[in-house]
């Protein structure tokens, strides 16, 4: 953690990775001007919250302004899908989309890096990052798996489409049961918050809607227990036996 709006504008010039930055209500100051600039053309989280919550946080002089390092360096999908192709693999990606939960990311997280999945995606804004909690609960894998945060998930769905993966949404809408349907070819399986699930934006993108049977009163499983059915059944179609 960083804190000043001057130490903060430094670690953005030098291209640190900040996993998000919160700055006061109501700041105005030429400083925070500049920090703003700073940050116009970066996908890095901006929440303003009240001066109480820093101080909190800092009893420090943090001039209204905190920023949260990340404890990795962020990919871009459309950066790692080439490469995963140069190097004659058939990719597994996994996109989670509104996921908040650090525990659960950091569960789903360790269960990709153990089935080989090649990519985690997630979005810059409303979303789990990789913190200390994350690392903790990944039991280390966020060291090794790439986690790839995009602005526009819409736009990386299309990309992805658009090169060669088929696009698979995990929802209780879905049409079919996960079983029944392929992931041999280059596959991304989406899956969306607890509350809410994939967002229709993103369904619509999508070539198939998947479940996962139910037979209890309750109505959905735990994020990363779903995430860990879905990937085992990609891996197992795939003749993953070891």
């Known amino acids: 953690m960083i804190f000043g709006t001057r130490a903060v504008i430094e670690a953005l010039q030098a291209n640190k990775e900040i996993d998000k930055i919160l700055v006061k ?5 030429d400083l925070s001007k500049e920090l703003f600039a700073a940050l116009k053309e970066r996908m890095i989280p901006v929440q303003r919250v009240p001066i109480e919550k820093l101080n909190r946080i800092t009893h420090k002089n943090h001039q209204g302004v905190v920023a949260y390092m990340s404890a990795i360096t962020y990919q871009h999908v459309d950066d790692i899908v080439p490469y995963l ?8 990606l996994l996109m989670l ?11 789903i997280a360790r269960t990709c890096e153990c089935a080989g999945v090649d990519a985690v995606v997630i979005p810059s804004k409303n979303s789990v990052g990789v913190n200390a909690d ?13 986690v790839c945060r995009e602005q526009n998930l819409t736009e990386t769905i ?17 049409d ?7 992931y041999t070819d280059p596959i991304c399986i989406i899956m969306g918050a607890e509350d809410t699930g994939v967002p229709y934006e993103h369904l619509a993108l999508c070539d198939e809607w998947i479940k996962i049977p139910m037979k209890g009163a309750i109505e959905s499983l735990n994020v990363s227990v779903a995430a ?11 003749g993953f036996h070891q």
């Open 25 to 29: 209500r109501d700041i105005q100051s």
């Open 176 to 182: 079919h049961n996960y079983t029944q349907s392929s």
């Open 97 to 107: 989309d509104g996921i908040t939960d650090v525990r659960n990311f950091g569960a």
């Open 134 to 146: 994350a690392m903790k609960t990944s039991a280390g894998a966020l060291h090794t798996l790439p």
């Open 228 to 238: 860990g059915i879905l990937i085992y059944e990609v891996m197992r179609q795939r």
């Open 158 to 174: 299309k990309f992805l489409k658009e090169s060669g993966f088929k696009v698979v949404a995990a929802t209780e809408k879905g």
């Open 85 to 92: 192709f140069e190097e004659g693999k058939n990719p597994v």
